[in-house]
T-cell receptor, first 114, second 113 residues
Framework: NAGVTQTPKFQVLKTGQSMTLQCAQDMNHEYMSWYRQDPGMGLRLIHYSVGAGITDQGEVPNGYNVSRSTTEDFPLRLLSAAPSQTSVYFC?????????????FGNGTRLTVT | TQLLEQSPQFLSIQEGENLTVYCNSSSVFSSLQWYRQEPGEGPVLLVTVVTGGEVKKLKRLTFQFGDARKDSSLHITAAQPGDTGLYLCAGGPLKTSYDKVIFGPGTSLSVIP
């Protein structure tokens, strides 16, 4: 099983550019989420989805959009990149979501905005 | 201000030593999870503690959930170089949405051979 697959692994953007970070899982998990990881800050929740067609905001949603048209995919869109969005982004999924469900993570996308 | 605090932030020890890292909050959690993250990879779940006062063991790792469900600790006995990594605690505070899982800032552990 591939698990959670994130693409690309690395990306450099100029301020104002847009891009989409891809996330796909092949475990038939209902719940998917996006985190960003910055030094000393841990992982901060950006957006999450409890199923196809349903999304909700996390702790730091500003500047990011998501959609969930299929169970397998949960792309994260940056409409106008800013240097403050330089970070490592992780996608995670779990079978049913919720506090007690273990999260399965991808290996991250390292984004630099200049 | 982070809802979950972890200490220490960094820890460097010799192989064979024992250590304890802590995860604390002013909020009550229904459960807490511990993850380990290695460089260039995503976090991997180690354990979930659910009941106040619960103790779980995973080989040389012992996890404890505080009686009030506001804190947790991870104790490693006879640390080995393979234990090196970033240890993260995570959970969903009772006062927030059931599906929001937040993370602490992590403890970076280095075990020197």
């Amino acid at each position: 099983n591939a698990g959670v697959t994130q693409t690309p692994k690395f990306q450099v953007l100029k301020t104002g550019q847009s891009m989409t970070l891809q996330c796909a899982q092949d475990m038939n998990h209902e719940y998917m989420s996006w985190y960003r990881q910055d030094p000393g800050m841990g992982l901060r929740l950006i957006h999450y989805s409890v199923g196809a067609g349903i999304t909700d905001q996390g702790e730091v949603p500003n500047g990011y959009n998501v959609s969930r048209s299929t169970t397998e995919d949960f792309p994260l869109r940056l409409l106008s990149a800013a240097p403050s969005q330089t970070s490592v982004y992780f996608c995670a999924s779990s079978y049913k979501g919720g506090r007690n469900s273990p999260l399965h993570f991808g290996n991250g996308t390292r984004l630099t905005v200049t | 201000t982070q809802l979950l605090e972890q200490s220490p932030q960094f820890l460097s020890i010799q192989e064979g030593e024992n250590l304890t890292v802590y995860c604390n909050s002013s909020s009550v959690f229904s459960s807490l999870q511990w993850y380990r993250q290695e460089p260039g990879e995503g976090p991997v779940l180690l354990v979930t503690v659910v009941t106040g006062g619960e103790v779980k063991k995973l080989k040389r790792l012992t996890f404890q959930f505080g009686d009030a469900r506001k804190d947790s600790s991870l104790h490693i006995t006879a640390a080995q170089p393979g234990d090196t990594g970033l240890y993260l605690c995570a959970g969903g505070p009772l006062k927030t949405s059931y599906d929001k899982v937040i993370f602490g800032p992590g403890t970076s552990l280095s075990v020197i051979p």
